[in-house]
């Protein structure tokens, strides 16, 4: 689906009174700093089993998810929430599904350290890549001088998923004025978006991500899942079920749903959604517009040739997968 | 080190008489079966759990293993065995280290059903498969009317493992008469490797894979792995502890070593395979010598872009990973 982008008029008549704004492609301003967070985010060596990377759990094949309700660390570990896409991740607000974290760069320490995640240590993913001249040689090129600590490390990795961001879905270039990128069907989806209220939360370039909300207003949320979302961070009462309203960007591709990943469907989690949050039965046919715009949200996924890791060396620490 | 390449007759005449072929790169003769089999092989959707894939036990960023003794499978079970490296794995007489498959194609299908590893089934995973649309035009364009079975999807597989081959390490640059593409110290580990008869069973475009052989032919490999090797396939008492010879190429990159994982260094497995296969004690600075040769053989790694996957559908069977 190729579709021109109209002149300048055009974009601004359309898009200037759009509650939601095209994605700008990211501006890469030091490649090598990219690259060498690419390697980290591949890297499989920054876990205590040597078997699990960033990608694993934010699949870069697969919407930057997993695609399972929840997450699987180390020894199978169940994880305890659904693991949100690092696509566009850069332009939530704060990091993880209850903020915990200000920005990409505090957010890439915690899973590596996490012992449900990647188990390891930041004292061992420091010797680990200390131990191997291509990364001493990759760092020293992109930080100079400085100490090989965990601030460069996650500062790299952030610059990587700061790239990887995608643009040019079918509803930017509606946006844009591109009055044919997207179907009648799909466009009533979006102005039934709008009217029923769902823009309130999911708004902006990234359909969501700029705000706390509680899940399950109108009606509590039923589930097992014990998490309690912004309280366990800001020890306020009024703060239980909170979470960050998630990116709906490429949500097409990054089912399961919601912080708990138990809706399998983008339709289960529409009507759930209008019900919960909205006090709105939506009729199948409105869940079907609905779901047919959302499809429109999947942009340009980023192409990345997959990175060549530098081998360890006979002093790199051991992974220990099994014990 | 990017050094030219010597004229037809230098090549001729350094060649010829080695025991070791340099790697002819790949003809890719069918992009489309190419492009559709890395997918499968990047995709987890072919593993009980959604979680793991070919590329979690042979990871192309990492010399096509996973740099482990023994691979993870399913709920984190330890494999029996270490993960064979999936580059120039076409260029091996059979597959696996017990040589149990005859070719790529049949290797590709076990996995997939082994419940230690992927721990799917072949009916699920066409039953995946069969439900994405995507997934269903790109095998109809590259296999035309065929009905989408195992016999398709493992063929698409080895197509794409047939690309990855490691051409043009510097010792092929010196096979085809560059001398100046290895050091002094690499070519005494060479000479030394030919003289001392590793090339008895290290030979060819792999340098291995193309013969079983007794692990422990002067003195007993001493370990607690339960693998008997080829006797497993042929039943013959003569058979066992015989293994399928690995390649070298890229052996910097495939630690650990053996088909238990113990050897973590290459300087332990030359010192190990000296004294076990040739009744021979190499000093250190043998040692290091074909060491130095060893590292010789890494070739150019496949450029690959990281493929994305389509998505699942609603009737897309789910991956059960935690029951």
């Known amino acids: 689906m190729v579709t021109g982008i109209a002149g300048a008029t055009s974009v601004a008549a359309q898009g200037k009174n759009e ?11 030091n490649p090598g700093k990219v690259e060498l967070g690419k390697k980290l985010f591949f890297d499989p060596r920054l876990s205590k089993s040597g078997f699990i990377s960033c990608n694993s759990c934010h699949n870069l094949s697969m919407g930057g998810s997993d695609n399972l309700p929840t997450s699987i660390g180390d020894r199978w570990q169940q994880g305890p929430i659904n693991s949100p896409t690092v696509l566009n991740s850069s332009l939530s607000f704060v990091q993880f599904w209850d903020g915990r974290a200000k920005d990409l ?13 990647m188990a ?9 890549l200390n131990s191997i001249p291509q990364y001493r040689a990759e760092f020293a090129k992109v930080y100079g001088n400085k100490k090989l600590d965990m601030q460069l490390v996650t500062d790299a990795i952030a610059e ?13 270039q509606w946006l844009k004025g591109n009055k044919k990128a997207i179907t009648a069907e799909e466009l009533k989806g979006y102005e039934l978006f709008k009217s029923s209220g769902c823009v309130a939360c999911h708004n902006g370039e990234a359909v969501g991500g700029n705000s706390f909300q509680k899940m399950g207003v109108f009606e509590p949320y039923k589930t097992n899942s014990p998490e309690i979302g912004r309280a366990g961070v800001t020890k306020e009462d009024a703060d239980r079920f909170f979470f960050k309203v998630p990116t709906l960007r490429n949500v097409e591709l990054t089912y399961p749903y919601f912080h708990d990943g138990v809706a399998k469907t983008l339709e289960e989690a529409v009507d759930l959604m209008g019900r919960l949050q909205l006090a709105k039965k939506y009729t199948p046919e409105e869940v ?23 081998p360890s060396q006979n002093n790199t620490p051991q992974p220990k997968p099994f014990n």
């Open 160 to 172: 990587f998923e700061k790239t990887l961001v995608t643009p040019n879905s079918r509803f930017d």
């Open 288 to 310: 079907a517009q609905i779901v047919a715009f959302l499809k429109t949200l999947t942009g340009d996924q980023p192409k990345l040739q997959l990175p060549i890791l530098p």
């Open 105 to 117: 760069q505090e957010q890439a320490a915690g899973p590596i350290a996490n012992p449900k995640e």
């Open 19 to 29: 509650p939601i704004q095209p994605i700008t492609p990211a501006k890469v301003t």
């Open 120 to 128: 390891f240590t930041h004292e061992l993913t420091l010797e680990v």
